[in-house]
């Protein structure tokens, strides 16, 4: 009903052999949560400091605040504004 249902859940990991070995497990869980639901996964480097997103088993790194809002308007219409 398009509501947060939880947060800081434990997530199963992708197993896609082919995903960059500097991926850490934040990254392979919000992969893998996107390959099995049609969830979408904000990701937030702790190393780095950047804001991924995920979605139907891809990932786009290093997202700017403008590339954000406007990927998460596309997903949720009307909530950035």
Known sequence: DDRIVAA???LPVSDNMKL???YGLRHRAAIGVTEQTDAVAIVVS???GTVSIA???QVINDVT???F???INEF???SIK
């Open 76 to 78: 949720f219409p009307g």
């Open 8 to 10: 800081g859940c434990i």
């Open 20 to 22: 960059p070995v500097e």
């Open 55 to 57: 979605y139907d088993g």
């Open 65 to 67: 605040r403008e590339f």
């Open 46 to 48: 702790e190393q780095r």
């Open 69 to 71: 809002d406007r990927k």
